[in-house]
């Protein structure tokens, strides 16, 4: 996997609902900046999926609800790099596009909650990478954010 403090964040917010995929790139952009790249959204993503932790899936504008894909790691990769239904994919999004797309949601499996349960809150270990934005802040007593 990628950044240990960053997959522990992703984690975390997995668990607490279905995750966009500019949500991820959000993340590696607050937690991981240096190693931002469209390609290393598609690492990170694909590292959790091997892993075991996270299912493919979407928004269905059918059922109103998240749906998980029925198809190989490989098709669901293809879809998030590159579109799926009328939504831009990682390489062809505009940074705009990227934050916006419902290309892709993940959900966490039961393995990446048994993983997260025993990693703990990554904010005890690591701090707030978001403490220096006031709408991220957050509330409790965590250590200092390392960069």
Request: net charge negative; charged share 20%.
């Amino acid at each position: 996997m990628s950044d240990k403090r960053l997959d522990h964040f992703l984690l975390s917010a997995m668990a607490d609902d279905w995750m966009s995929v500019g949500e991820f790139a959000y993340f590696i952009r607050s937690i991981s900046p240096t190693e931002f790249l469209r390609d290393t959204v598609l690492d990170v993503i694909s590292g959790l999926a091997e892993h075991g932790y996270l299912r493919f899936g979407g928004w269905s504008m059918t059922t109103k609800t998240w749906e998980p894909w029925d198809v190989g790691d490989d098709v669901a990769m293809e879809r998030i790099a590159h579109g799926y239904l009328g939504e831009p994919g990682v390489l062809n999004a505009t940074d705009r596009e990227l934050s916006l797309t419902e290309v892709f949601r993940a959900d966490i499996t039961a393995a990446g909650l048994a993983h997260l349960a025993l990693l703990g809150n990554p904010y005890d270990l690591y701090g707030n990478p978001w403490e220096s934005d006031p709408l991220k802040q957050g509330s409790g007593n965590y250590p200092p954010w390392k960069t």
